[in-house]
């Protein structure tokens, strides 16, 4: 009790802290993250119904084999599970399929940030998800009309998720004290990883038992579950909040006061668009994600056409890079605010190591799960490092946006995050097209790639990035203590 009632005394003239414990910024940092696991979820998990979704028959073909390591023993499955159709899709359509959603996803970026800005977070981010899991539900009907149509509605549930990092990121503007911030960012994201981790191997196992329609009836139903929790929990700002405690509200609104922006709805457009450090956060954002959506993408394709792995087996072992990343995520996360509120290091050299950590570590070990042949176990401990690794990245260069412009954050991250989609509308595309016969060379050169956009983008932010509030984001040019 004393050690409680310690905390609760003014840290100094200006600022009272409020314990994490049972707060307002760690209870959203929660059902953000539920936000996240659901906005991922729903992303990712066509990537595993896909293997189920098409016609296998012509693989009979000596020129088609099912893999092209020894296939391992397929458990016999359920009978029932036979009912869902399945489709002709060659591996472009394939392609075509899995890249569609981020045509949608890239339209919504900028204005995402703008409308967050204009009319708050907490409505664009739910009707966002909302719309996603709405069009979830109708991929099966989708399917069977064809794959334009197919391609149509991953496009919309595209539109919908564009404005959830946008929205989220003006949220935590008005909510994460800047000392706290890779904490509750972290978080916040680590959602995103914890949704991929654990809708991989369950669609496998949905895909196994039931078929691979109830993928989307399922995880569709989860996000309307998020949705309720959201519209009554969440509020856009401490001050709108009408359960906060008082001194949590002082708390973050004192913390943040020589942070946010004084002039109310004026964005200053031309500053944000010739800021280098802006311009250092998209390269590094865009080449991050040319690997990280390649591997979110194609990874059960990779362990099904050349690995040899069941539907089963495929989602358990996809998702074990992603649950490293999640663990690195969230311990690097504490480790970067330890750094620079106990040892006080600057933020821009804690943003620059833990980014390279996370794009050279990455690209490094995705080039050597190329050469593994078919070790099963070295290919996918390598993937699952080189995943972890990338984790690190989540408190460099991906929150680098709250540190150089609080105020705007919102539409920094739709700035930055529009050409970050990219890699995700074209490297899909360009893998298949590059493993049309699926042999581990073609994959290597995949590997060879991503591993390369990688390691210039680590380069590229470690000489143009910055760590303090840029001089066009306030009136008052503020750092606190870096």
Request: aromatic share 14%; proline share 5%.
């Amino acid at each position: 009790m004393h050690k409680v009632l310690k905390q609760l005394l003014p840290l100094n003239d200006n600022t009272l802290f409020a314990p994490a414990c049972c707060s307002s910024r760690y209870g959203l940092a929660l059902l953000s993250c539920f936000g996240f696991f659901v906005v991922y979820s729903l992303r990712v998990n066509l990537s595993v119904a896909m293997v189920d979704m098409l016609n296998n028959t012509h693989q009979s073909n000596p020129n088609h084999s099912s893999s092209v390591c020894p296939a391992h023993a397929n458990p016999s499955r359920p009978k029932h599970n036979h009912t869902a159709s399945v489709y002709n899709w060659d591996s472009e359509t394939q392609g075509w399929i899995l890249g569609s959603f981020f045509y949608g996803y890239i339209l919504t970026q900028i204005p995402g940030g703008y409308l967050a800005g204009r009319y708050g977070p907490k409505w664009l981010m739910g009707f966002g998800i909302l719309g996603t899991v709405i069009f979830t539900l109708l991929t099966p009907v989708a399917a069977d009309l064809g794959a334009s149509y197919l391609i149509a509605v991953r496009v919309l549930e595209g539109i919908g998720e564009g404005v959830t990092f946008p929205a989220m990121y003006t949220m935590w503007a008005a909510w994460a004290p800047p000392l706290e911030r890779s904490r509750l960012l972290t978080i916040s994201y680590i959602g995103a990883q914890l949704g991929t981790v654990i809708s991989l191997p369950l669609s496998g196992e949905i895909c196994f038992y039931l078929d691979w329609t109830y993928v989307f009836y399922i995880f569709g139903a989860v996000g309307l579950v998020w949705f309720v929790l959201w519209t009554f929990l969440v509020f856009d700002s401490p001050n709108t909040h009408p359960r906060i405690s008082e001194r949590e509200r002082i708390y973050i609104t004192t913390s943040l006061k020589n942070e946010l922006s004084t002039s109310a709805g004026f964005i200053p457009w031309r500053a944000i668009v010739t800021s280098t450090p802006l311009w250092a956060i998209v390269v590094a954002h865009f080449s991050y994600n040319w690997t990280f959506y390649t591997l979110l993408t194609l990874l059960p394709t990779y362990m099904n056409n050349i690995l040899g792995f069941s539907i089963q087996e495929n989602g358990m072992l996809s998702a074990l890079p992603y649950m490293g990343c999640a663990v690195m995520a969230v311990l690097s996360g504490q480790l970067a605010d330890y750094l620079r509120e106990t040892c006080l290091y600057p933020t821009v050299r804690v943003r620059k190591s833990f980014s390279l950590i996370g794009m050279i570590g990455p690209a490094v070990f995705l080039v050597a799960a190329g050469y593994t042949g078919c070790n099963y176990t070295l290919a996918v401990t390598f993937l699952t490092i080189s995943s972890s690794l990338g984790g690190v990245s989540a408190s460099g260069f991906n929150i680098n946006h709250l540190d150089i412009a609080p105020s705007y954050a919102g539409i920094l991250l739709g700035i930055t995050n529009t050409f970050a989609t990219i890699p995700g509308m074209v490297g899909p595309v360009i893998a298949r097209l590059l493993t049309k016969h699926n042999t581990i060379e073609e994959w290597q050169a995949v590997f060879y790639i991503a591993a390369a956009i990688n390691l210039f983008g680590a380069v590229f932010y470690t000489v143009f990035g910055q760590g303090t509030v840029q001089p066009w984001a306030v009136h008052t040019s503020f750092s606190h203590g870096d």
